[in-house]
């Protein structure tokens, strides 16, 4: 795994990769291509009907496109993409990737709550060889709060308490998702370039204090 390099965060791209039927308007994600600097969506296709190899495949043209470092910003089906990524294709892109925030990721064994999730089964057990975090709601209602730490677990991710945030999609209601942006920065992407002002930092960091006693965020 890659250190910790401040010049190499500094510089990274955010690409985005949503999940099951893409990000609408009102989408941290999609609010995140808008107001954040450098930060762009992995256009994936067949949205509503993704296949894991082909997802794979144009994960892997976008971070191609890039010139230089790249944080990847998941959202749900989006974490399971880059997981699988990062076993089939990673080797070539290793020292791209500064870096993963993986939001919500879904049940894809038998507890799966939509059917075309089980095609990216089984969910990949190896270690991400780049720094991650894991982001979980404890109602989510496609996973259970203490599967996602296992997945956490499985990837060597850092694990982050989102609290009671539904899916942490648009129906979540949560805007830019200011908690998701600090931890944004816990991989090394600073604020000081984009309008957080201190009292909102602040405010970050002590709801996630919980996080960082117990998870190491």
């Known amino acids: 795994m890659r250190p910790y390099a401040p010049e190499l965060t500094a510089s990274a791209t955010i690409l985005t990769v949503p999940g099951l039927m893409n990000s609408g308007p009102g989408h941290w994600q999609t609010i995140w291509e808008t107001e954040l600097p450098n930060c762009h969506r992995a256009e994936l296709g067949s949205w509503d009907a993704p296949q894991r190899n082909s997802w794979i495949g144009n994960l892997n043209h976008a971070i191609d496109r890039i010139d230089g470092p790249v944080i990847l910003a998941a959202h749900s089906l989006g974490c399971h993409a880059v997981t699988w990524w990062a076993a089939f294709e990673c080797r070539e892109w290793s020292e791209k990737i500064v870096g993963a925030l993986l939001v919500a990721p879904p049940e894809l064994e038998s507890g799966a709550v939509d059917p075309r999730l089980r095609g990216f089964a089984p969910t990949p057990k190896a270690l991400l060889p780049f720094p991650s975090i894991l ?39 949560l805007g830019d998702w200011t908690f998701g942006r600090f931890l944004l920065s816990r991989l090394g992407q600073p604020f000081e370039d984009q309008g957080m002002d201190g009292q909102r930092i602040a405010g970050e960091r002590e709801r996630s204090a919980e996080a960082t006693l117990l998870y190491g965020v």
């Open 135 to 173: 982001v979980a709601s404890r109602n989510d209602p496609y996973i259970s709060f203490s599967r996602a730490r296992l997945l956490a677990q499985f990837w060597g991710s850092r694990f982050a308490d989102a609290g009671e945030a539904g899916h942490i999609n648009a129906d979540s209601a």
